[in-house]
């Protein structure tokens, strides 16, 4: 069927396309010109909304709370998820294995499982409506896919090299921080990219445990100013606009990262 | 090379973490599904296995929530795999415009699903979403409808937005799986004079199995658990006509203060995804002894 090759490419292109540059244009249209015409370009186009949308909403707080979830969330994740995958390659067989089996099954329990006893433990704990809980909520949740896929990568480091050290009498933790973990960079890199996409995308966590309108991350803000909104497409696409942005810069100039880790999270998980 | 008993201390922060907000919960919620407890009251009753009980013989909104589930489950996978799987070998040489194709068909993958949910309910809208004008354009008018207003057709709107927005990812994957095929293969297939059909079937299909399985299985994972994207564009409605699982359990115990009874939930959901990740790893595990 590879005459219909061509037209299949370029249909799901555009099919991917038109929405994303409909509701980009649709951003700098007022309700009244988007209600004339939803498809194509309209006079007077403008940034109203976006004026609009700024005066009225604490995007860059939004901006900033996301952004200190993810990148502690990330640290935590990749310290702690490389630190377990190092023992896992130094601990005897048995202990080793055990550790392993535990993130294992970890990995194969879904979020909305754990959302209604971890709600009320952390409601016990005074951590609710806070972002060092939301933090520790989250790395809790992806510590497992990260051991899986920074794991999977240690144990292909050659022996010889950690033996050599070791001969130099470095300590375990010279060992780790000098050797293991600079050589699996390219799996660190893949398991902190699918982890960030993750966490500063996440809807479920911060719904549950956010409380307070000046900690929302962006898609918790995003989700209650819509309500505000309602059906105000050209506002509510400007703060989408305005909230994908990070994403999307790092995407244009990380692709190959962003598309091996996002993949790797997928083919472990 | 034995390793110092030091070694141990590596798993204590980053275990204690996963014990305190992962492990602990996870017992917690399996005790919880035994009880008839709301959330609220100082005390609680354990009640046995009457939730699990209730669940499967007289709940129908559980039943219509699993009903659901599984339209958009297999909705999803059949026409997701199906059509990454085309796109990859479209897109299998590495060209300059296939590498640019490739990255435009990903790009949703890294969008949030909330930002996702608005770009669809903008398409879907009845009165100027992007698809009723375009079939309005083409004079279409009879194909016009009220999309996630419908009580029968919002599930599969949904389930067509999930698949606009994670088919590029699991292009990725059968892409590797494909790239992984030895070419002297096809050279031989060629040789022998096969069609491309009977290429496909003898030599990429049965190669490329377990980059298939993995698709399926992740697909069908990712979909069982949807919550972000129904929450986001209809929260279940209208009526109970997207409530999913996922959605269910929350609705169950954040609007309903049924705690006890959407842990139970939630266990019959660990079941379920648990059953498939064996089966997904069953799978593989026989269908390397075949191949080996």
């Not at chain 2, 909330?114 to 004008?133: E, K, R």
């Not at chain 2, 009220?146 to 999930?162: F, N, V």
């Not at chain 2, 009526?239 to 115990?253: C, D, F, K, M």
């Amino acid at each position: 069927m590879r005459f219909l090759r061509i037209p299949v490419i370029w249909a799901y292109a555009l099919v991917i396309a038109v929405p994303v540059l409909v509701v980009v244009e649709s951003s700098f249209k007022s309700l009244a010109t988007l209600y004339q015409d939803p498809l194509w370009p309209t006079k007077g186009m403008s940034g109203q909304s976006y004026q609009t949308l700024t005066s009225q909403v604490p995007l860059f707080r939004y901006f900033m709370n996301s952004a200190e979830v993810t990148v502690v969330s990330l640290i935590l994740i990749i310290l702690l998820g490389s630190m377990i995958s190092y023992a896992i390659l130094r601990l005897p067989r048995i202990p080793s294995m055990i550790v392993y089996g535990v993130f294992a099954v970890g990995m194969m329990i879904p979020t909305q499982v754990n959302m209604i006893p971890m709600y009320l433990e952390m409601a016990r704990l005074g951590l609710v409506n806070s972002r060092i809980g939301l933090i520790l909520v989250e790395t809790a949740f992806l510590l497992p896919i990260c051991v899986f896929i920074i794991g999977g990568f240690m144990r292909t480091l050659a022996k010889e090299l950690l033996e050599a050290a070791k001969v130099d009498g470095s300590g375990e933790w010279q060992m780790y921080w000098r050797i293991a973990m600079p050589l699996s960079m390219p799996a660190i890199a893949s398991a902190a990219v699918f982890a960030g996409v993750i966490v500063w995308n996440d809807l479920l966590f911060p719904l549950l445990l956010i409380k307070s309108n000046d900690k929302d991350t962006l898609p918790l803000a995003l989700l209650s100013f819509s309500g505000q909104y309602q059906t105000n497409y050209p506002v509510i696409f400007a703060g989408v606009l305005l909230a994908s942005i990070p994403m999307v810069v790092l995407y244009v100039f990380l692709q190959r990262y962003f598309i091996a880790g996002m993949t790797a999270g997928a083919v472990k998980g | 090379m034995r390793a110092k008993p030091s070694i141990y201390l590596f798993l204590l922060p980053g275990g204690l973490i996963f014990l305190i907000f992962f492990v602990v919960p996870t017992i917690y919620g399996l005790s919880l599904s035994f009880t008839n407890w709301d959330g609220l009251s100082p005390q609680l009753q354990f009640i046995g296995f009457a939730n699990y009980a209730h669940l499967l013989t007289d709940d129908s909104s559980f039943h219509t929530a699993i009903g659901n589930t599984l339209k958009f489950v297999l909705t999803v996978v059949i026409i997701q795999s199906t059509l990454s799987l085309i796109l990859a070998i479209y897109l299998l040489k590495n060209t300059k415009v296939n590498i640019f194709l490739r990255t435009l068909y990903f790009f949703p993958t890294i969008l949030s699903s909330v930002s996702v949910a608005f770009i669809w309910m903008f398409i879907y809208d009845s009165n100027i979403g992007i698809l009723n004008t375009l079939l309005g354009d083409v004079g279409l008018q009879s194909l016009q409808a009220s999309w996630l207003g419908d009580q029968r057709m919002a599930i599969y709107c949904i389930a067509a937005t999930e698949i606009w927005a994670h088919t590029g990812q699991l292009l990725i994957i059968y892409l590797a799986g494909l790239q992984q095929i030895p070419h002297e293969l096809y050279e031989v297939a060629m040789l022998e004079g096969a069609s491309r059909w009977q290429t496909f079937r003898k030599v990429t299909w049965p190669l490329l199995a377990p980059a298939t399985t993995i698709v399926v299985a992740y697909t069908t994972i990712q979909s069982f658990r949807m919550f972000d994207l129904i929450f986001a564009m209809t929260d279940g409605g209208p009526g109970n006509s997207t409530e999913v699982l996922a959605t269910y359990i929350y609705h169950q115990a954040f609007q309903y203060n049924h705690v006890g009874y959407a842990s139970a939930v939630s266990m019959l959901f660990m079941v379920i995804i648990a059953l498939i990740t064996m089966a997904q790893f069953g799978l593989l595990r026989f269908r390397s002894l075949k191949s080996a």
